[in-house]
């Protein structure tokens, strides 16, 4: 029970939009209903496509926005409904690392002040002791520490997300929520970024909530993977069993249309290419939200939608039809 | 593949194509000696990180760089005709109708002021003789063939009424209203979402093959070349590092460059233990080494690699003056140290 750092229990999040065309106010749900486990320690991605709610599912999670319903639970408190100044001893245990180094940084700041930032919030310390916490900082990323006076321009896009990186674990939080942290990366650099991600978890003992709409990243780097479509969770299990039998018609599809190195090693999926386009949350379909593409939808999709059930130990899946169910997953 | 080396073989022949920038910092060489021949009915891809010069070479080769700034030197033959240092006027004719260009986010290639209609008939008429009717019905019949559902209602609607996979399904019908030689796709699919980049993908290696176009396809995936491509051409500070089969470089790379870029890629088929990393950073386009450009950030370089290693081979070429023998050896021993 103890291992659990986060729980979010069903959250919504609900944007409203006034449109003349439809004469008024409506809501429009980002997040519809998704509930999820962190254990501590471990790397949960999550997955989907742009527009499923993935990040204003994190920042619900970390408490940037606040959601429609449902409630987070961190290291055993609930967050929900607390006030600003009671949250703020866990907001330097919630930590977040964003896309685009090149926003997330504010350019007329030296990074040294970039990274001390939330030091001196949280009353780290003296001018010394957050000046010392600064360089051990740089050293831990692999930056160097004579580079504290410079601004943001002055580094590439892979330092910069250093820097941003140097920021999130400044305060020593247990849990790094990532935010597409590489998407912005060339290849070679979003290499190192993903190792030296790895290396900072093994060695600080974090927590990370990793975002991404990349495959093949997200498998590398993540113990369990949780897909999301439409605002909802559709399937959530440990990665090798969710790359290797994907249990939702859409992670199937999703998986075998990935671009994938054919140098020979193993066999390529046979590609499903769904057709059309991800419907937009105004026009939720009725069911299951993947109903319109899907290539096995029948009407029961329609009329009943499926919820996520745990249908074996670990394996989480909102269908009501299932593909490799017979598979099981070898046990290395 | 054409095997024959006469000219008339190739659609394209660039050869020692030099792109520079005169910038207040200094002259930047954007392309230094690009080299590559795109056969008929072939599709050759691009690849290199941000700032390769992939995109400026095949920029400069259609005419579209025209700052008094840049400087270009070689040759580029189009069906065995130069086209480099020809004058605007003659390249508009081939600009649009021979060659025809996808850019990365159809929504800056669309103007979103008028309908999709009317600026897929405007290309139409530039370049044929058919009447505003006419090509009103040839626009339909595009937008059909690129699997845009209902094109009689659409081709009415703005850019905006679109979703990014449908604009570039647009932009896609508006290169190929003029049954272009060659096409050239710029990132076509890295502003889209995995299932619509499949669709995308998938649509364009559909019209090639009826078409009997040429793609030459810029990207960054590896991922992508491996599915669409028939040769590549590894691009690193402007110069061609590496340009072989796709089966054969990607399975068998042999330039250290090459070696990276495929094992810093994360798989979905496979879990490594650690990804492949080069370790620095791109090199600055600056500041080129005189030698061989990846050699600073290169795990292999020795005395040699101060002077610039020519691309050579058969078929199958690479600059880099390690040993064939050294390369398999080198290349083995990385993949074993990052294979869980």
Redesign the interface.
């Known amino acids: 029970m103890d291992d659990v750092l986060l729980r979010a229990t069903d959250i919504v999040k609900n944007f409203t939009i006034r449109s003349a065309k439809i004469g008024g106010r409506v809501s429009v749900p980002a997040v519809a209903g998704v509930s999820l486990e962190v254990r501590r320690g471990e790397t949960l991605g999550i997955v989907g496509e742009s527009g499923c709610g993935k990040s204003t599912l994190a920042r619900c999670l970390v408490q940037l926005m606040a959601a429609t319903s449902g409630s987070v639970e961190f290291n055993g408190t609930t967050l929900t409904g607390l006030s600003r100044r009671k949250l703020r001893p866990f907001r330097r245990e919630m930590q977040l690392v964003f896309q685009d180094p090149y926003a997330s940084l504010n350019p007329r700041r030296r990074v040294g002040d970039i990274v001390a930032e939330p030091l001196r919030i949280n009353r780290y310390g003296d001018a010394k002791k957050i000046a010392a916490r600064v360089v051990e900082m740089f050293e831990i990323v692999g930056l160097d520490p004579a580079s504290v006076n410079r601004y943001p321009h002055e580094f590439s896009g892979g330092q910069r997300q250093r820097i941003g990186i140097a920021r999130a674990l400044a305060l020593n939080p247990s849990l790094v929520v990532a935010d597409e942290p590489v998407s912005a990366l060339d290849v070679s650099v979003q290499a190192q970024v993903l190792n030296l991600m790895a290396d900072l978890q093994e060695r600080l003992n974090l927590t990370y909530l990793f975002i991404a709409h990349d495959l093949g990243v997200v498998r590398h780097v993540s113990d369990r993977v949780g897909v999301m479509y439409l605002g909802e969770l559709v399937e959530l299990a440990d990665a090798e069993t969710l790359y290797n039998f994907p249990l939702h018609p859409y992670t199937e599809a999703l998986l075998s249309v990935a671009p994938e190195l054919d140098d020979g090693r193993q066999q390529l999926r046979e590609r499903i290419v769904l057709t059309g386009d991800v419907p937009d949350p105004f026009h939720r379909p009725s069911g299951c939200p993947f109903r319109p593409r899907c290539p096995v939808a029948t009407e029961k999709c329609a009329a009943q939608k499926p919820v996520l059930v745990e249908i074996s130990p670990g394996r989480s899946v909102a269908c009501h039809y299932p593909r490799n169910l017979d598979a099981t997953p070898a046990s290395d | 593949m054409p095997d024959s080396t006469t000219p008339a073989n190739y659609l394209l022949e660039v050869e020692d194509l030099k792109v520079s920038f005169a910038t207040r910092g200094g002259v930047i060489k954007a392309v230094d000696g690009l080299s590559m021949k795109v056969g008929y009915k072939e599709v050759v891809g691009i690849v290199g ?2 700032g390769s010069g992939k995109s400026v070479s095949m920029y400069s080769l259609i005419g579209l760089l025209r700052e008094p700034n840049v400087t270009i030197t070689g040759s580029v033959r189009f069906e065995g005709r130069e086209i480099l240092g020809v004058p605007d006027r003659e390249l508009r004719s081939l600009r649009g109708r021979e060659i025809a260009m996808v850019f990365q986010d159809p929504m800056t290639a669309l103007t979103p002021v008028y309908t999709v209609g009317w600026q897929i008939a405007e290309q139409i008429r530039t370049h044929t003789d058919l009447d505003k009717h006419q090509a009103r019905e040839r626009a339909i019949e595009l937008l059909t063939e690129v699997g845009i559902p209902d094109p009689s209602r659409r081709i009415n609607q703005f850019p905006h009424e679109f ?1 990014g ?2 604009r570039q399904r647009v932009v896609i019908a508006m290169a190929l209203s003029c049954n272009p030689k060659l096409l050239i796709a710029d990132e076509p699919t890295t502003a889209l ?7 995308i ?2 649509l364009m290696k559909k019209l090639q093959a009826t078409y009997d176009s040429s793609i030459v396809l810029i990207t ?5 070349i ?2 669409m491509a028939d040769r590549v051409v590894v691009m690193y500070a402007g110069r061609p590092v590496e340009i072989g089969d796709r ?1 054969e470089v ?2 068998t790379p042999r330039h250290p460059y090459t070696w ?13 233990s ?6 620095g ?2 090199v600055s386009p600056l500041n080129i080494p005189a030698g061989c450009a990846f050699a600073p950030r290169c795990a292999h370089r020795f005395d040699k690699c101060d002077e610039r290693p020519p691309l050579q081979g058969e078929g199958h070429l690479d600059a880099c003056w390690l040993t064939s023998e050294q390369k398999v050896e080198l290349r083995a021993r990385t993949e074993q140290e990052t294979l869980s």
């Open positions: 990180e941000s979703s996979g449908m979402d995995v299932t619509t980049q499949a669709q993908l998938e960054h995936d590896m991922g992508v491996s599915e089966r990607i399975r990276g870029l495929i094992g810093a890629v994360p798989r979905v088929e496979t879990k490594r650690r990804l492949v990393t080069i370790p950073n791109p």
